[in-house]
């Protein structure tokens, strides 16, 4: 959601900016534009709604010459995707140029004062306010652009993260953030501004984090600098970056959400190496050893996250509840940060989150918190803002997802909720040594079975995808641990082929939505080989007594008579879900293929939501 780049350095300004804002592009975006300092000291900005490759059309002609640049990628909020509404956003005077992220909650009110004081809006945009603010306070004051801008974000409500510059004072980029993300790359001679490490990646590894409520001084020559709203310095601390280049690119798939799909068995083997010990029959989590005596000695689970990962949360409550005895809720992140939570410090929260920076789920951290409970983070991308507020983190070391749709982000998420639900049982003494074992070479032996099953589920999923692209409307249904699965299903239909799909426990059909079922209205099942396989086979009977066709994915030898019976491999009791996930993954993208869908880039969503 909403991408910021920004370059100082003796590169190319034009070009490193529009190759940074083509690998933000998977955060989802409806309009772009670019702020060139000229080496004469004026500011040119082009913006224009639609694409990058948009974008580098309208600037075929411009004079791109520059020194320095900020440029951005709009997910619209305050106003419709135009030309006009797009970043950046010049001051008045044209003094300025700004880049924005998030929503200025008090921008109405600002706004008014402002135009008391005479200052003039061409936009419908939040973002207006705050660059026409910062340079009123700097003409008011008579300021450097570094206090206007510490002033003016002491004034505004909301999340952000921006940068501006100024043509009075070149050679010099402000950025600030609150609640959403923002990144300095450090290079020879160069800086690099970004919402995450991925537009700078291929210059540089050594990133600066910039915390909360700090702004970071980027000038050309002199060594980053980061002080807080009060102007007190911070220290600069750099970290290395362990991604590479061939992680952001499509490595010959058509699209990164088929690559994507593909790694789940390297996934896999990432998130369990060094921490499920096959042999000894033991998980090890490090990341919350120290922290042990509060999940054991906790009341409750609290699990939060939004999206995808609440799926994810889901298949982990079945799994804690089953291995550990301890009570688990799973609360959609913007729900429960609304609700009053009844929370004590008897409670651990688990923040769940892929880009650990979605601005409900860190809501929701802050309110455990003030209420005292130990909150554990999962996230895939170090030091994001999520694995920073949480008390601490595991992190799901997928790599980089760029496709908007999750998949092997939530194949890991899967797994740490696993080995947790395995870690406390071992240590809560409830799992005998059997299981345990069983449950770990069964996690080990996942990703050679993942890996043997995927081009055969790709196959079936192709065989698929033309005989049901023309239905308007799918039923996913899933009983216990297939019922979060069931969940998944219908929301990846829905994000890529945009074609109508509600996930359903199966049990539940009967309550109301089989009044829908018709010819037309197909069902994909998930009918694995467990306890519950009596019940969903009753339940697919149910579905086809009303002619509704079904696509039933299940166990080999499974006793079923439906319209398209998918096969995959069975795995060890609730792991049948490591293995059903790419089938449905692969369904969806195909359906979506065969539609002529922006598979990687779906309209209107957002692969990091940074606002509310
Ligand atoms: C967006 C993405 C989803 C993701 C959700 C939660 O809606 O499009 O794919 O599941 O955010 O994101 P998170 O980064 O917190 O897992």
Avoid at 22 to 45: C, F, H, M, W
Avoid at 428 to 446: I, V, W, Y
Wanted: proline share 4%; hydrophobic share 40%; charged share 20%.
């Amino acid at each position: 959601m909403c991408g910021i780049v920004g370059y100082i350095g003796n590169g190319n300004v034009y070009d490193v900016l529009i190759k940074g804002l083509q690998r933000l592009e998977y955060r989802g975006y409806d309009s772009a534009g670019i702020a060139l300092l000229t080496p004469d000291n004026k500011i040119n900005v082009y913006k224009t709604r639609g694409k990058v490759s948009a974008l580098e059309n309208f600037c075929r002609d411009k004079n791109t010459e520059s020194r320095l640049g900020i440029a951005h990628t709009r997910w619209a909020t305050h106003g419709e995707p135009t030309d006009n509404n797009a970043h950046p956003h010049y001051s008045e005077d044209g003094n300025l140029a700004l880049v924005h992220n998030g929503t200025i909650e008090n921008f109405k009110v600002l706004k008014d004062a402002l135009q008391q004081h005479g200052v003039h809006f061409h936009t419908e945009t939040d973002t207006e306010v705050l660059v026409q603010l910062i340079e009123f306070i700097k003409v008011q004051n008579s300021c450097s652009l570094l206090d206007a801008v510490r002033e003016a974000l002491k004034q505004v409500v909301g999340a952000y993260a921006m940068a501006v510059i100024d043509k009075n004072e070149p050679d010099q980029i402000i950025a600030a953030r609150k609640s959403s993300p923002l990144v300095v790359g450090i290079g020879d001679d160069e800086m690099f501004l970004a919402s995450d490490a991925t537009p700078f990646v291929d210059h540089t590894k050594n990133v600066v984090y910039i915390d909360d409520e700090h702004i970071a001084i980027i000038r050309k020559g002199e060594p980053l600098r980061i002080v807080d709203f009060e102007n007190k310095e911070s220290k600069v601390s750099v970290k290395q970056l362990e991604w590479s280049i061939s992680q952001l690119e499509k490595g010959g798939y058509p699209h990164f959400m088929l690559k994507e799909i593909f790694e789940q068995p390297e996934t896999l083997r990432d998130c369990i190496r060094g921490r499920a010990v096959a042999d000894q029959g033991k998980v090890i989590l490090n990341g919350v050893l120290s922290n042990s005596e509060k999940f054991l000695n906790a009341n409750r689970i609290i699990i939060v996250a939004c999206g995808t990962s609440w799926h994810a949360s889901l298949l982990g409550k079945s799994l804690i509840q089953q291995f550990c005895r301890i009570p688990v809720d799973v609360e959609y992140a913007s729900e429960f940060r609304y609700s009053k939570p009844v929370i004590t410090d008897k409670d651990v929260v688990i923040a769940v989150s892929q880009s650990g920076e979605t601005a409900d789920t860190l809501a929701a951290i802050q309110i455990a918190r003030d209420k005292g409970a130990f909150v554990y983070g999962i996230s895939n991308v170090v030091g994001s803002s999520i694995a920073r507020e949480a008390d601490s983190v595991l992190y799901t070391q997928a790599g980089p997802e760029i496709s908007v749709a999750s998949t092997k982000a939530m194949c890991s998420q899967m797994v740490i909720m696993a080995l947790i639900a395995l870690y406390y049982g071992q240590r809560k003494g409830l799992l005998d040594a059997k299981t345990r074992h069983e449950a770990l070479a069964a996690l080990h032996g996942l990703p050679k079975q993942i890996e043997d099953a995927l081009p055969a589920m790709r196959e079936t999923a192709q065989m698929l995808s033309p005989l049901y692209a023309s239905a308007h409307s799918f039923f996913y249904l899933g009983r216990g641990h297939a019922f979060p699965l069931a969940l998944e299903g219908a929301l990846k239909l829905k994000e890529i082929s945009y074609i109508h799909a509600e996930g359903y426990a199966s049990g539940e059909m009967k309550h109301g939505p089989i009044a829908l079922i018709e010819p037309e209205f197909p069902t994909f099942a998930l009918a694995f080989n467990d306890a519950l396989f009596p019940k969903v086979k009753s339940n697919i009977v149910e579905v086809q007594a009303r002619r509704g066709p079904v696509i039933a994915l299940a166990n080999p030898g499974a006793d079923l008579h439906v319209e398209h019976l998918w096969t995959i491999p069975s795995a060890w009791g609730p792991f049948n879900a490591f293995l059903a996930l790419p089938a449905m993954q692969l369904f969806s993208y195909e359906m979506a293929d065969y539609l002529g869908k922006d598979v990687d880039q779906p309209r209107n969503l957002a692969k990091s939501v940074t606002v509310e």
